[in-house]
């Protein structure tokens, strides 16, 4: 799971420091580019392997907690629709766009995306304060709670209107965070 948060994260941390410097993103803006395929399958199988820690860890996770419990359950369900976007969703809109035959797609999946997007920062937000007090899934909750500052260095830079305003700060703890939960602490 480390594995797929490192790849991911890769890649927006990437796009953000080259968009920092240059103005541009590290990806091109066709959606039909090979290079935007394969980042977006990339980033699918991370969320879907983050979704598999949060179906697994659950016990550890919810510790008989309802409210744990459905904080946990809608970010799986968040994820769910995260990974479908983008490991059927922008291949479908690039396959479609290449065709020009229905724009309005990418518009559908650009607000599902996008409300899916900013749900994933609130709930693992949320999740990461409502485990902090439990030692053993540490250091998990602190990247998750660590989501608002980084929201609020990226509203920041943009308010500056510094090119470094971008999303991959918070992604990256979001990523970190939640594959955190599946690495035990030994008992010694």
Same mark, same amino acid.
């Given at each position: 799971m480390l594995l797929c948060a490192a790849g991911t994260? &890769?890649?927006?941390?990437?796009? +953000? @420091? !080259?968009?920092?410097?240059?103005? /541009?993103?590290?990806?091109? &803006?066709?959606?039909?580019?090979? +290079? @935007? !395929?394969?980042?977006?399958?990339? /980033?699918?199988i991370t969320y879907a392997a983050l979704c598999w820690v949060l179906v697994t860890e659950a016990y550890r996770i919810d510790s008989g907690a309802r409210l744990r419990t459905w904080l946990r359950r809608g970010l799986i369900a968040d994820l769910l629709v995260m990974s479908a976007l983008f490991l059927v969703g922008i291949p479908l809109s690039a396959w479609i766009s290449a065709l020009r035959t229905n724009p309005t797609v990418d518009d559908v999946f650009s607000v599902v995306g996008n409300g899916a997007f900013l749900g994933m920062f609130a709930l693992a937000f949320a999740l990461g304060v409502s485990t902090i007090r439990r030692a053993a899934l540490r250091p998990?909750?602190?990247?998750?709670?660590?989501?608002?500052?980084?929201?609020?260095?990226?509203?920041?830079?943009g308010a500056l209107g510094s090119d470094f305003a971008h999303p991959a700060y918070a992604e990256t703890l979001v990523n970190f965070g939640i594959a955190l939960f599946g690495r035990r602490r030994h008992q010694h």
């Open positions: 994260s &890769a890649i927006a941390l990437t796009d +953000a @420091v !080259v968009h920092g410097v240059t103005g /541009h993103s590290v990806l091109p &803006a066709e959606e039909t580019e090979p +290079a @935007v !395929v394969v980042a977006s399958i990339i /980033h699918g998990a909750p602190y990247l998750l709670i660590g989501i608002v500052p980084a929201i609020g260095l990226m509203i920041g830079l």
